[in-house]
């Protein structure tokens, strides 16, 4: 077992979230409407004073009162800085589609509002339902509304990027899936997600988990680059720490399947043992779940982050995915007492009426590196400028919410931890100290083969569009 281990350090380092510090510092529910002033207060009074003494864990906050002033660029007046965020809340397949990203931008808009804004300029947030099939539309509004996109994710970010890309709109998403927004030019990501590199602690934490039945791997996605994408980076990249993936892959419907049986009898014929799904916890992976079970197929499944999901741990109460386990580079919501940042992650959404998960503490990170640079830029506050700022940024953990990575360069973390479902909650299973993640430089490995000649890149690692 130690020679398939060839890329795993044996003085593997385990890093407490306390250690792990931003080494470099720049200086509510979906909305039902868009348009809106995010950070407006309905009662008209100011609830929350600005304090000097203002944290995001170990971040001081960069929000404040000051004296900008000017209208330095679109989205920008004397008074307020406007950015977009959005969902797929609206399709309909799967209401609510990552409604997180939202409930935590409007939570965010509002705290730093609520201590003064930037430099004294109120954020104002234009909300965009993409609906996954519609993201030129609202692309193509945003594009003459706002300064900035900030903490946004919609599924279909390959469609957007020639219109982003044309009228000069930059971003700092909350995620990026497609290689053509995770490697574009004029954004940059807090957790970076690029299309030529993977962050692999997960594959080395099974490895040690399941070093036999790994070698029978099956694979089920469906065909859009939202799911086949992550799922070519999983074959080009895990076969180094022992995987290996039966040819049987299951494809389903982007819409999902009227019959899941046949996919998952298909599986089972072939003696996977293991089972890698790419796609949203719900209603696809719980529907594939329930037909598994009618056809006693029980394998170990693994997925994305996206997976640690309290409605698909709710939902749970038939343990049908108590098998299942999900990477993470972030530390899990019920070890908020052991990490200051994610407890103030939880208090500042659920205080303004929002759900909490991972893709929520995603926004929270993009809204907090992307106001970190704004402030920097002071009374000047442009998109050039922002951008500048942001490209200094080699190390962020947004207060310790997150394992560290390098924005600038666009790189994926070195840490990461396991997480399993059990019942109805989330455990940690690797590292098992709580407040821990498991940390090494090997943990992110260069991606080959036909992803990565599909994502053209130039020299600077940019996608070029097609």
């Not at 009662?43 to 330095?72: I, K, Q, R, V």
């Not at 996605?221 to 086949?228: E, G, M, N």
């Not at 996206?306 to 299942?324: F, H, I, P, Q, S």
């Not at 200094?392 to 990461?416: D, K, M, Q, R, Y």
Request: proline share 7%; with cysteine; net charge negative.
């Amino acid at each position: 077992m130690g020679e398939r281990r060839t890329h795993r350090r044996r003085e593997r380092l385990v890093c407490g979230l306390g250690l792990v510090l931003v080494a470099v510092l720049l200086a509510g529910a979906c909305s039902s409407g868009r348009g809106e002033d995010a950070g407006a207060d309905p009662t008209g009074t100011d609830t929350t004073a600005p304090t000097a003494s203002e944290t995001f864990g170990d971040l001081p906050s960069p929000c404040g009162p000051g004296d900008a002033n000017g209208a330095t660029d679109q989205g920008v007046t004397d008074t307020s800085i406007t950015i977009g965020y959005g969902d797929d809340a609206g399709y309909q397949p799967a209401p609510g589609l990552s409604q997180e990203l939202s409930d935590a931008m409007r939570a965010m808009i509002d705290w730093c509002n609520d201590q003064g804004g930037i430099n004294g300029r109120k954020i104002v947030g234009e909300y965009y339902d993409a609906k996954v099939l519609e993201v030129n539309n609202v692309m193509s509004e945003a594009c003459n509304e706002v300064f900035f996109l900030v903490g946004e994710g919609w599924v279909a970010d390959s469609g957007q990027e020639s219109i982003r890309q044309g009228c000069g709109l930059p971003a700092v998403p909350g995620y990026a899936v497609s290689p053509q927004f995770s490697n574009a030019p004029n954004m940059v990501s807090p957790v970076p997600n690029p299309v030529d590199y993977m962050p692999t602690e997960f594959a080395a934490a099974f490895q040690e988990l399941f070093p036999e039945e790994i070698k029978k791997t099956g694979l089920v996605y469906a065909d859009y680059p939202a799911t086949k994408d992550p799922k070519d980076k999983v074959v080009a990249t895990y076969g180094a720490y022992g995987f290996e993936f039966l040819p049987c892959d299951q494809i389903y419907g982007i819409a999902g399947e009227s019959d899941w049986k046949p996919l998952a009898q298909k599986l089972k014929d072939c003696g996977a043992e293991v089972v890698y799904f790419a796609g949203s916890p719900y209603p696809n992976f719980e529907n594939f779940l329930d037909a598994a079970n009618q056809i006693g197929f029980e394998p170990i499944w693994f997925s994305d982050a996206n997976m640690y999901d309290e409605t698909l741990a709710e939902w749970n109460v038939n343990g049908y995915a108590d098998r299942l386990y999900v990477r993470s580079s972030f530390p899990p919501l019920f070890e908020a007492s052991e990490v200051p940042a994610v407890q103030d992650y939880i208090d500042i959404v659920t205080a303004s009426g929002g759900e909490v998960n991972q893709l929520g503490s995603q926004a929270a990170s993009a809204f907090l590196l992307w106001a970190t640079a704004a402030k920097a830029c002071g009374s000047d506050l442009t998109r050039a400028c922002v951008m500048e700022e942001l490209g200094t940024v080699t190390a962020w953990t947004a207060g310790g919410l997150h394992s560290e990575t390098n924005p600038a360069a666009n790189l994926p973390p070195i840490c990461g931890m396991v997480l399993k479902l059990t019942g109805t909650e989330f455990e940690r299973v690797y590292p098992e100290e709580p407040g821990t993640l498991d940390c090494s430089p090997d943990y992110v490995q260069p991606v080959t083969g036909p992803l990565l000649e599909r994502a053209n890149l130039d020299g600077d690692r940019i996608a070029r569009l097609q």
